[in-house]
């Protein structure tokens, strides 16, 4: 396993257009965690799923957004009538919830290099 | 709430040399981790430390060093003899929850080493 996938790397779409973006998290992490960066700003969390469940979505992820983990393993992120706003580095991320407090996380979250998407 | 704050947009080395970069954070929760990535132009978070809040000693990776005085909260990177290939956006996180590891992130610095 080479780590986590993100498809497409760019993406340019015109206002109005609908975007699927996909994630392949590495094969045992059962928590997989969609984050959105504009330019000159840190990622934002937008959701996460563990295993097949969201279990948390943002403020920040409006009706128009859309994020689905079927079956636990890749999950997609839609964006419907995108808006100049939403040109950013879609990044995904995928962890292995172990349950025990104290884990030490940061040896088991690892991000993709991302989608940026450009809404012209 | 929680927050990460890194006050540095950038900061200038020269190769072979060490740099701190600086992170404070705020929480109430007695139970946190921190964490320093790397982020070069081609876009990808990649993982350099972690300190837990439970953790005794400072962290360290290689080159990286985790400078972690909880009582001023704060979290400095140290980046011991720089290299040309460090040149990227650093960003301090934070696990703001212990059930859900979602990261709040500061909003970087941009390193840049020299020759």
């Known amino acids: 396993d080479t780590g986590v996938s993100q498809d497409p790397r760019h993406k340019i779409t015109k206002r109005g257009q609908n975007v699927t973006f996909r994630c392949d998290p590495i094969?045992?992490?059962?928590?997989l965690y969609w984050y959105r960066q504009t330019l000159g700003q840190g990622p934002e969390f937008l959701t996460y799923?563990?295993?097949?469940?969201?279990?948390?979505k943002s403020r920040l992820l409006s009706d128009r957004f859309s994020a689905e983990r079927p079956k636990g393993s890749f999950s997609t992120l839609e964006i419907q009538r995108t808006e100049q706003g939403d040109s950013a580095m879609y990044l995904c991320?995928?962890?292995?919830?172990?349950?025990?407090?104290?884990?030490?996380?940061?040896?088991?979250?690892?991000f993709g290099s991302g989608t940026r998407l450009t809404v012209v | 709430a929680q927050k990460i704050t890194q006050t540095q947009p950038g900061m200038f080395v020269q190769e072979k040399e060490a740099v701190t970069l600086d992170c404070t954070y705020d929480t109430s929760d007695p139970s946190y981790g921190l964490f320093w990535y790397k982020q070069p132009s081609s876009g990808e978070m990649i993982f350099l430390i972690y300190?837990?809040?439970?953790?005794?000693q400072n962290a360290t990776e290689g080159r990286y060093s985790l400078n972690f005085q909880k009582a001023r909260k704060s979290a400095n990177l140290v980046i011991s003899a720089s290299q040309l290939g460090d040149s990227a956006m650093y960003f301090c996180a934070m696990r703001e929850s212990v059930d859900t590891d979602k990261l709040i992130f500061g909003t970087g610095t941009r390193l840049q080493v020299f020759p």
């Open positions: 094969s045992e992490h059962n928590r």
């Open positions: 991320a995928s962890s292995l919830k172990s349950g025990r407090r104290g884990w030490p996380l940061g040896y088991g979250y690892t």
């Open positions: 799923f563990q295993n097949e469940a969201q279990l948390e």
């Open positions: 300190q837990g809040s439970y953790d005794q």
